[in-house]
């Protein structure tokens, strides 16, 4: 059996989140969603787990995070070209995130782009040319 992964995210507004991750390439699930959670599928064994803040805090005893002000993780997301990560960053950046709040990076057989969606967690879409980073070792 292969394995999955849900990152669970609180967010301020359910409705503009789940649009959010829909314009960067997500499906909502609607089996697992409802009033205080969109479950929003990323692949085969990739899902976001959207939860209001309210529902989110059932889960924790630990304050909230304002991912505006703090980071806690960096969600590295593979893309199949240095187009794909462009074109999610511009998805972003059209859906109410902001893009490139770090400098673009490209290395050659490494491309990759950072953007925030409107809670403030950080993705950085990435492109590897797996070919030519081992003739760079």
């Known amino acids: 059996m292969y394995k999955m992964v849900f990152i669970n995210l609180p967010v301020k507004d359910l409705a503009a989140s789940t649009r959010f991750y829909e314009a960067i390439g997500c499906t909502r699930n609607e089996q697992f969603s409802d009033q205080n959670a969109s479950s929003m599928v990323w692949s085969d064994t990739l899902s976001f787990q959207l939860l ?25 997301l ?49 492109w590897l040319n797996p070919e030519a980073a081992m003739a760079s070792l």
């Not at 924790?60 to 505006?68: L, N, V």
């Open 52 to 76: 209001t803040r309210d529902y989110y805090a059932t889960f924790t005893r630990k304050p909230i995070a304002d991912a505006h002000a703090t980071s806690g993780m960096l969600i590295a």
């Open 78 to 126: 593979p893309r199949d070209s240095r187009e794909d990560v462009d074109a999610i960053v511009a998805a972003a950046a059209a859906a109410g995130g902001k893009a490139d709040i770090r400098e673009p990076q490209d290395m050659g057989f490494m491309y990759l782009r950072t953007f925030e969606d409107p809670d403030g967690h950080t993705f950085e879409p990435a």
